[in-house]
């Protein structure tokens, strides 16, 4: 899912699997249960600028939109800051 993507949204990506990667391990969770790849990938492309902007990227139901959506934000913005 992320071959297809630009620079721009591959670093976005990059960063999404890091912030991923870290909530798991804070909560003993695997990474898959967070989010699938193809919906980080999914986020990277879209490039949302806001929790709402989230909604409807498949792979994001209410529970996660609420518990993750500020925090995917922003790794966004730091991402796109980097």
């Known amino acids: ?7 721009a949204a591959q670093a976005r990506f990059a960063a999404l699997k890091a912030w991923r990667a870290e909530v798991a391990r804070e909560h003993n ?14 986020i990277a ?16 139901g209410a529970t996660k939109l609420e518990k993750y959506g500020p925090e995917v934000i922003r790794a966004l913005a730091a991402a796109d800051a980097g």
Not at 45 to 60: F, H, K, Q, T, Y
């Open 1 to 7: 899912a992320a071959a297809d993507l630009d620079s």
């Open 29 to 42: 969770l695997p990474a898959f249960v967070i989010f699938h790849d193809a919906t980080l990938a999914a």
């Open 45 to 60: 492309a879209a490039a949302p600028g806001s929790v709402s902007a989230l909604e409807g990227i498949s792979g994001i």
